[in-house]
C-alpha cells in the first residue's frame, strides 16, 4: 500500500497503463538506457496505431527509427517513470538505477485486470485529482458533458458548473486512466462546431461523510442511489450505525474500499443481468433501424448507446456480445456480426477503447445485426 501521506496534485501525463507496464517490463529486465526505453515505449505506441490502422483499413505504417531520432518517447517514458515512483512501483536505488518494489512485481505478474483493484485505490489515495473527478460528476447526477477544445478557458467554464477544479490536462488522465479501469465512460458529442463529451460513471461510490445523512426516501439523484444500494446491502439502519464495522462489512459486499486519511471511500461496479442486457440491446437496436429486424447497424453506435443505458464500459458490452454470438440458445436476441473498415468520424481520433472485438478472423466488427426469438 502506498504512503497515504503523499499526495500529488498534478497526475503524470500518461493516458493509457498500457505505457505504465512496458515500462515496468523494462526495470524489470534492466533496461536503462534512456534511448532504449524511449525504443521500448515508441514499439509500445506504434503497435496500437498499427493495429488502429488495419481497423480502419489503411495502409499507414510507422518508422520507429525516425521517431526514436525526431525524440519521440521522451515525455512518454518519463511521465511513466513518474507514475510507477508516485504509485511506489518501483524505487530508485543508489546511483540512479530502478528496482521493481512488490506492487511492480504483481502488476507484471498478474496483469491489469488482475490488479485493477490496487490501481484504482492506489491512483485515489496518490492523486488529488481522482476523487475530485469521480465525486463532483457522482454530485452531478452522475453525468457531465464537458467541452474537449482547448484554449480560452472553454473547458474551465464548463468544469466549474460541475464542480471540477482539477486542471484540464489532470481532468484528462483521469478520465482516460479512470475509463480503462472501469470506473468511467464517455461518449463524443458535437455542439455546433465545438467538441464536446458525455463522461458518465459506471459505478456506484460514496464517502464515509454520505453516510451521515439520512437514508432517502425517494431516489432523486445519482447519490441518493449510491447511499441507499448500500444502506440497504449493509443493513445500516439508521445514519451513524455501528461506524467501527463499516468497512469491512463493505468488504463482505463486494465493495472496493479506499483508506483515505480523511475518510475512505466505497466504490462498487453497477450489476446488470444478461436479460437487462438482451432487452435494452433489442430495444436501442429496433430503434436505431426504425423497429426492423436484420437491418445492419455500426457497431460503435449501437454499443455507444446500450453503455450510455445500462452504464458500463465498452469491454463488458464486446464481451457480452461476443457471448451472444458464440451461444445464441442462450438469448432471445439474436446477434449476427459483420466485418471490414470501421468508421471514421472527422477530427475524432481513434482510442483503444474504441476497437470492438473481432469476427474470429482477422477483421474486426463493423456492423451488426439482431433477430428476435419470440
Given at each position: 500500500m502506498p504512503d497515504q501521506a503523499k499526495e500529488f496534485r498534478r497526475v503524470p501525463r500518461v493516458r493509457d497503463l498500457e505505457y505504465l507496464l512496458a515500462f515496468l517490463r523494462c526495470v524489470n529486465l534492466g533496461i536503462d538506457d534512456p534511448d532504449s526505453v524511449r525504443t521500448v515505449m515508441i514499439e509500445e505506441r506504434t503497435k496500437f496505431q498499427q493495429e488502429k490502422m488495419r481497423a480502419l483499413k489503411r495502409g499507414r505504417t510507422f518508422d520507429k527509427a525516425e521517431l526514436l531520432k525526431r525524440g519521440k518517447g521522451k515525455d512518454l517514458a518519463n511521465s511513466s517513470q513518474q507514475l510507477a515512483l508516485q504509485l511506489e512501483l518501483v524505487k530508485e536505488e543508489r546511483g540512479g538505477s530502478l528496482s521493481l518494489l512488490e506492487g511492480g512485481r504483481r502488476l507484471l505478474e498478474e496483469g491489469l485486470e488482475g490488479r485493477r483493484d490496487q490501481l484504482v485505490v492506489n491512483l485515489l489515495l496518490k492523486y488529488v485529482a481522482f476523487a475530485d473527478v469521480l465525486l463532483a460528476i457522482r454530485n452531478s447526477n452522475g453525468a457531465v458533458v464537458l467541452s474537449m477544445e482547448r484554449g480560452k478557458n472553454i473547458f474551465r467554464k464548463d468544469a466549474s458548473k460541475c464542480g471540477i477544479t482539477s486542471s484540464q490536462w489532470d481532468y484528462e488522465m483521469v478520465r482516460d486512466l479512470a475509463t480503462q479501469l472501469g470506473l468511467l465512460n464517455w461518449k463524443r458529442e458535437f455542439q455546433g462546431d465545438e467538441r464536446?463529451?458525455?463522461?458518465?460513471?459506471?459505478?456506484?461510490?460514496?464517502?464515509?461523510?454520505?453516510?451521515?445523512?439520512?437514508?432517502?426516501?425517494?431516489?432523486?439523484?445519482?447519490?441518493?442511489?449510491?447511499?441507499?444500494?448500500?444502506?440497504?446491502?449493509?443493513?445500516?439502519?439508521?445514519?451513524?450505525?455501528?461506524?467501527?464495522?463499516?468497512?469491512?462489512?463493505?468488504?463482505?459486499?463486494?465493495?472496493?474500499?479506499?483508506?483515505?486519511?480523511?475518510?475512505?471511500?466505497?466504490?462498487?461496479?453497477?450489476?446488470?443481468?444478461?436479460?437487462?442486457?438482451?432487452?435494452?440491446?433489442?430495444?436501442?437496436?429496433?430503434?436505431?433501424?426504425?423497429?426492423?429486424?436484420?437491418?445492419?447497424?455500426?457497431?460503435?453506435?449501437?454499443?455507444e448507446k446500450v453503455c450510455e443505458r445500462l452504464m458500463i464500459n465498452n469491454a463488458r458490452f464486446d464481451r457480452i456480445i461476443t457471448q451472444m454470438i458464440n451461444a445464441r440458445d442462450r438469448y432471445r436476441s439474436q446477434v449476427y456480426a459483420g466485418g471490414g473498415a470501421l468508421p471514421r468520424l472527422p477530427g475524432v481520433d481513434m482510442l483503444r477503447r474504441d476497437l470492438p472485438p473481432k469476427t474470429g478472423t482477422d477483421e474486426y466488427m463493423t456492423y451488426l445485426k439482431l433477430d428476435r426469438i419470440a
Open positions: 464536446k463529451h458525455k463522461v458518465y460513471l459506471i459505478c456506484e461510490i460514496l464517502t464515509q461523510s454520505d453516510l451521515a445523512r439520512a437514508t432517502p426516501s425517494r431516489i432523486v439523484s445519482f447519490r441518493d442511489r449510491c447511499v441507499k444500494h448500500f444502506r440497504a446491502e449493509l443493513d445500516l439502519r439508521s445514519p451513524l450505525s455501528q461506524k467501527q464495522d463499516i468497512v469491512s462489512r463493505a468488504i463482505s459486499k463486494g465493495y472496493l474500499v479506499v483508506p483515505r486519511p480523511k475518510e475512505p471511500i466505497f466504490l462498487k461496479r453497477i450489476e446488470i443481468s444478461e436479460s437487462d442486457f438482451d432487452e435494452v440491446l433489442w430495444n436501442e437496436y429496433l430503434v436505431m433501424t426504425g423497429q426492423r429486424a436484420m437491418r445492419p447497424v455500426f457497431f460503435s453506435e449501437l454499443r
